[in-house]
């Protein structure tokens, strides 16, 4: 099985990339693509947080840990009067995301190296309040990922 570690930071990196092509006009910053677990007090909105979530084996026998299905979800959070915002950021997301090919050849001690099939969108959650002004809205993936090492 790879790192959760490992495939979250190849998300985030996606993500990043994306932002960085002046194309894309993208509405978050790269500084605030981070994990969902991110728990410091200095960020702005808009921002995006990725959440990697289950990790199921496939098939049997010896080798069922070296393909598994990966599932995470990417969330925009957005503030201000309407959820517009938000909205724009969780396409943005989708824009970035489905479709992606991911890959990371991590050192041995932090896991092996793998690659994912195509990147599926599994549901999009459209923005809902959270407090007076924040937004937050979901995307949720779903992807093959196999060992190459």
């Not at 995006?48 to 979530?53: F, M």
């Not at 598994?68 to 009067?81: H, K, L, M, Q, R």
């Not at 991911?102 to 599994?122: F, H, I, M, S, Y």
Request: aromatic share 8%; net charge negative.
């Amino acid at each position: 099985m790879i790192s959760h570690a490992s495939f979250q930071e190849q998300v985030i990196n996606n993500l990043v990339d994306w932002t960085a092509d002046p194309l894309n006009d993208a509405i978050v910053p790269a500084a605030e693509i981070r994990e969902s677990q991110y728990q410091g007090t200095e960020f702005t909105y808009p921002n995006i947080r990725v959440d990697v979530r289950t990790q199921v084996p496939e098939g049997a026998g010896n080798c069922r840990t070296k393909i598994s299905i990966e599932n995470f979800a990417v969330a925009g959070y957005s503030e201000g009067d309407s959820s517009l915002e938000c909205e724009r950021v969780c396409f943005q997301i989708g824009e970035a995301m489905f479709g992606a090919q991911l890959e990371d050849t991590p050192t041995p001690a932090q896991g092996p190296a793998w690659r994912t099939e195509t990147v599926n969108l599994v549901q999009y959650n459209a923005p809902r309040r959270l407090t007076e002004k924040v937004w937050r809205g979901e995307v949720i993936f779903r992807c093959r990922v196999k060992e190459t090492s």
